[in-house]
């Protein structure tokens, strides 16, 4: 064993032990619990622990892919900024800022819109202290540095733009499967006889107030359907909606998800580009499950928000102008590196990529223009 299997092994076998105890205690936990700590357990939780994004990481995100997509959020952030009067100062947050990449390329794309960058205040919410100090390396030299802020009560007042990619799929969900007409929740629990191997187990019916998660359209699936609860997004449109209603501002969400409500176990972990067993090694996977932009849109609108798209990242980031600005990088570069942006391209917005799956939506304060390159929802 080299010493870098070493320093990985003794905290994962750590929460391993922790979770173990727990079920032993407890009784078998809510898949977000389980989510939960094996994210952001502060020995060993994935997140906080380490720093996941790149080509030679876990995974992969599009702000990794290219610059284009950091550069187009802050063109539209600045938009956004002239359209709410270029008010100075502004707050702009991003919420689970991975490696800083995106901001970085989004300051230095918002400097062409005079005064955006002067007047913006940049916020960054991040739970991981590892990422934190990637975070600051990589926009060290950005024309604003940034502040942490535990959470988005914490940003202070005023206008604000709020940003984020990937951020709502780390959001802890629970899980329940129909099962001889009634829905109960799907727990992590021991394995038969084996307790040294966590598996699925049922738990009891839901609550009314659980079973009020699922969506009327999926209230009568037959027997053996999966649903996923997902409760914790709704604090988090409370916050923004907070924001929005004391000041004027956009709030833009880009993740993987379904535009409507579906059943399926979305629940998924990878480690080295790779697909794994969620239950196998907590702590030393991503685990993500897909975003519902049919219920944020829902729940967007129920807080008194003006609510646009969900829209495929691919029309999207199309619609503002991608094609464009990757044939104005590749020109004049060799013909490896125009291969290079022509693949970037295609990876954030082919349907078979990026394009379709992955989602925009974006909030606002009542009665602003539009955000740039996105509908109404519903319109
Ligand atoms: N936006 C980046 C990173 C995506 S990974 C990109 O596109 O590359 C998810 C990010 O959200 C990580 O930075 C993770 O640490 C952070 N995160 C997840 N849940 C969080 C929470 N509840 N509070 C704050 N940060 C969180």
């Known amino acids: 064993m080299n010493s870098e299997t070493r320093d990985e092994f003794r ?8 979770l173990k105890a727990r079920i032993a205690a407890e009784g078998p936990i809510p898949v977000s619990v389980y989510m939960a700590e094996a994210l952001f357990d502060p020995a060993a939780g994935y997140y906080a622990t380490r720093d996941p994004l790149g080509a030679d990481k876990d995974f992969i995100t599009a702000p990794e892919i290219s610059q284009m997509f950091g550069e187009f959020i802050g063109l539209w952030a600045a938009e956004c900024w002239g359209q709410l009067g270029a008010p100075d100062p502004v707050q702009l947050v991003e919420l689970g800022p991975g490696t800083g990449r995106m901001m970085d390329d989004a300051l230095r794309a918002g400097a062409a819109a005079p005064g955006f960058v002067e007047a913006a205040q940049v916020s960054l919410i991040e739970a991981s202290p590892a990422l934190k100090m990637v975070q600051g390396r990589t926009l060290g030299r950005a024309p604003v540095q940034p502040r942490w802020r535990p959470r988005l009560e914490d940003v202070g007042p005023g206008p604000s733009l709020i940003v984020s990619n990937e951020f709502l799929d780390c959001l802890p969900i629970r899980q329940a499967v129909k099962h001889r007409g009634v829905w109960r929740e799907r727990l992590v629990g021991f394995a038969p006889e084996d307790d040294d191997q966590f598996a699925f187990v049922f738990g009891g019916p839901l609550s009314p107030a659980d079973l009020a998660l699922i ?48 059943t399926g176990d979305t629940l998924q972990a990878i480690s080295k580009h790779q697909k794994v067993d969620p239950l196998t090694t907590p702590g030393g996977a991503d685990l993500t499950a897909w975003v519902d932009f049919d219920r944020l849109a829902k729940l967007g609108l129920g807080a008194g928000l003006d609510v646009y798209g969900p829209m495929g990242q691919g029309e999207f980031l199309t619609g503002l102008g991608v094609e464009t600005r990757a044939a104005a990088l590749a020109r004049g570069r060799d013909r490896a590196a125009q291969g ?33 390159g996105l509908d109404r929802h519903g319109g």
């Open 11 to 18: 905290p994962l076998e750590i929460l391993r032990a922790q």
């Open 215 to 262: 969506a009327p359209e999926l209230q009568d699936e037959p027997d053996g359907a999966l649903v996923e609860l997902r409760a914790a997004d709704a604090p988090l449109v409370e916050a923004v909606a907070d924001r929005l209603k004391s000041s004027p501002g956009y709030a833009l969400f880009i993740d993987y998800g379904s535009a409507r409500p579906e």
């Open 340 to 372: 290079r942006i022509q693949r970037q391209l295609e990876r954030l917005v082919a349907p078979g990529e990026m394009g379709e799956l992955f989602k925009v939506i974006a909030f606002a304060s009542k009665d602003l223009p539009p955000p740039p």
